[in-house]
């Protein structure tokens, strides 16, 4: 894998795709600038070796030029940053675009205006890719979050520079801590898989079933697991059309020996509320009018047991419904058995949207070995696929 690191860019412009999709407020603040941070190193490395960097990114989903998804809302953010005041340009291609990258001076950066203003981007358009591929000498893709994506400028950009291209930082450091999960891990390896659905996840747990040792199935969607097995679970989130694959899932375990630990005990509610009542209840025998939306007591002394006597630890999705104070236990239970196993040596990865913004707010972001930046993308490797962004920077 060639990163900055193996490049020298002085007197070089690198074009460098960065992933600030960033969340904005209606007064078009950042809120969360993780993105941002997260492709500092990668900028700074080309400056300091004497280059300049033209960033070029998206932001949201524009239909066309929208103002509101304009990228000059977040210069001062990247400035402030970066520590670097930062030009910007008010299209990624064309004259205005080219006159801009020209005129850049070594030390400089220059934010390009978003890519999806430009339909060609996502429509992976060679033309458009060919346009973008003029504004630099080194192509680097910094986007873990869109590598999964054959755009313009995640993709098919890099065919313009047959020897200079390269990964960025962030996205190598990425690709390894998912290599280091899935191979030649220090055993036993233990996957924890929540969230809500079951559909949206069968891909990876049929994937990881060869490379794990344990499968810990938490949050909505562990209740088609129990349903299959025969149990009672009331009025809890199942996938009635996902039964079947459930059923195939736990029996491709028991081929492979790997263990399949489901939640023995629940905290169940009357409503899908912060003020509903709740009670305990085994998973497998939950009242009519009841919805399993935590792991109980029970269910997190073991998950934390099996949790501690591993080494190598992915988790993606929470255990309950951690949006609510009285859901919250299960996840936060997970969060502390994880940061206590990585303080004990453990190699732990957490990513997918919803456990990145729990282990923040739970305060384990930095308790992990690592915290991975892309949902989709990530999702995309767990399940085995070559993801057409990193395959572009290799071949
Ligand atoms: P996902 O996007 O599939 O990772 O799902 C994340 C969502 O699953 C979060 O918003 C959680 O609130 C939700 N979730 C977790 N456990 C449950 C549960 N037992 N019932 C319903 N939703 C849940």
Same mark, same amino acid.
């Given at each position: 894998?060639?990163?900055?690191?193996?490049?020298?860019?002085?007197?070089?412009?690198?074009?460098?795709?960065?992933?600030?999709?960033?969340?904005?407020?209606?007064?078009?603040?950042?809120?969360?600038?993780?993105?941002?941070?997260?492709?500092?190193?990668?900028?700074?490395?080309?400056?300091?070796?004497?280059?300049?960097?033209?960033?070029?990114?998206?932001?949201?989903?524009?239909?066309?030029?929208?103002?509101?998804?304009?990228?000059?809302?977040?210069?001062?953010?990247?400035?402030?940053?970066?520590?670097?005041?930062?030009?910007?340009?008010?299209?990624?291609?064309?004259?205005?675009?080219?006159?801009?990258?020209?005129?850049?001076?070594?030390?400089?950066?220059?934010?390009?205006?978003?890519?999806?203003?430009?339909?060609?981007?996502?429509?992976?358009?060679?033309?458009?890719?060919?346009?973008?591929?003029?504004?630099?000498?080194?192509?680097?893709?910094?986007?873990?979050?869109?590598?999964?994506?054959?755009?313009?400028?995640?993709?098919?950009?890099?065919?313009?520079?047959?020897?200079?291209?390269?990964?960025?930082?962030?996205?190598?450091?990425?690709?390894?801590?998912?290599?280091?999960?899935?191979?030649?891990?220090?055993?036993?390896?233990?996957?924890?898989?929540?969230?809500?659905?079951?559909?949206?996840?069968?891909?990876?747990?049929?994937?990881?079933?060869?490379?794990?040792?344990?499968?810990?199935?938490?949050?909505?969607?562990?209740?088609?697991?129990?349903?299959?097995?025969?149990?009672?679970?009331?009025?809890?989130?199942?996938?009635?059309?996902?039964?079947?694959?459930?059923?195939?899932?736990?029996?491709? #375990? /028991?081929?492979?020996?790997?263990?399949?630990?489901?939640?023995? =005990?629940?905290? *169940?509610?009357? +409503? @899908? %509320?912060?003020?509903?009542?709740?009670?305990?209840?085994?998973?497998?025998?939950?009242?009519?009018?009841?919805?399993?939306?935590?792991?109980?007591?029970?269910?997190?002394?073991?998950?934390?047991?099996?949790?501690?006597?591993?080494?190598?630890?992915?988790?993606?999705?929470?255990?309950?419904?951690?949006?609510?104070?009285?859901? #919250? /236990?299960?996840?936060?239970?997970?969060?502390?058995?994880?940061? =206590?196993?990585? *303080?004990?040596? +453990? @190699? %732990?990865?957490?990513?997918?949207?919803?456990?990145?913004?729990?282990?923040?707010?739970?305060?384990?972001?930095?308790?992990?070995?690592?915290?991975?930046?892309?949902?989709?993308?990530?999702?995309?490797?767990?399940?085995?696929?070559?993801?057409?962004?990193?395959?572009?920077?290799?071949?």
């Amino acid at each position: 894998m060639k990163t900055v690191n193996d490049i020298n860019f002085k007197d070089k412009k690198a074009l460098i795709r960065v992933d600030f999709n960033v969340p904005l407020n209606d007064k078009f603040q950042v809120t969360d600038t993780t993105r941002i941070q997260a492709a500092k190193p990668t900028i700074l490395k080309v400056l300091e070796d004497g280059g300049s960097a033209i960033l070029m990114s998206h932001l949201g989903r524009p239909k066309g030029i929208e103002e509101k998804f304009s990228l000059k809302h977040i210069v001062k953010e990247v400035t402030n940053i970066l520590g670097v005041h930062v030009k910007f340009v008010e299209n990624c291609v064309g004259e205005l675009a080219e006159k801009a990258a020209a005129e850049l001076q070594n030390g400089e950066i220059l934010l390009l205006e978003n890519l999806r203003f430009h339909p060609e981007e996502k429509a992976g358009d060679k033309d458009f890719a060919e346009k973008l591929s003029k504004l630099g000498d080194i192509y680097v893709n910094d986007a873990f979050g869109t590598a999964h994506r054959a755009h313009a400028s995640t993709t098919i950009i890099a065919q313009f520079f047959p020897e200079n291209k390269c990964f960025g930082l962030l996205l190598a450091k990425e690709v390894e801590s998912l290599n280091a999960v899935l191979n030649n891990s220090a055993k036993p390896v233990t996957a924890v898989i929540g969230g809500a659905k079951v559909s949206s996840k069968i891909d990876v747990i049929k994937n990881i079933m060869d490379k794990v040792d344990n499968i810990i199935i938490g949050g909505g969607m562990a209740y088609t697991f129990i349903k299959v097995k025969g149990g009672k679970i009331g009025e809890s989130l199942v996938e009635d059309d996902k039964l079947d694959v459930a059923q195939e899932i736990l029996n491709l #375990a /028991k081929e492979k020996n790997t263990k399949i630990h489901l939640p023995i =005990d629940v905290i *169940a509610a009357d +409503a @899908f %509320s912060e003020d509903a009542n709740i009670q305990i209840f085994p998973a497998n025998d939950i009242p009519d009018g009841w919805m399993g939306l935590d792991a109980g007591p029970k269910t997190n002394v073991g998950f934390s047991f099996i949790i501690a006597a591993s080494k190598t630890i992915l988790w993606n999705g929470p255990i309950g419904v951690f949006e609510m104070a009285k859901f #919250a /236990k299960g996840t936060i239970e997970m969060g502390n058995a994880i940061a =206590d196993a990585t *303080a004990e040596g +453990a @190699f %732990s990865l957490v990513g997918g949207g919803d456990s990145v913004a729990a282990v923040k707010q739970f305060g384990f972001a930095d308790k992990v070995s690592y915290v991975s930046t892309g949902g989709g993308a990530m999702l995309e490797m767990l399940e085995g696929k070559t993801l057409p962004g990193i395959e572009a920077l290799l071949n």
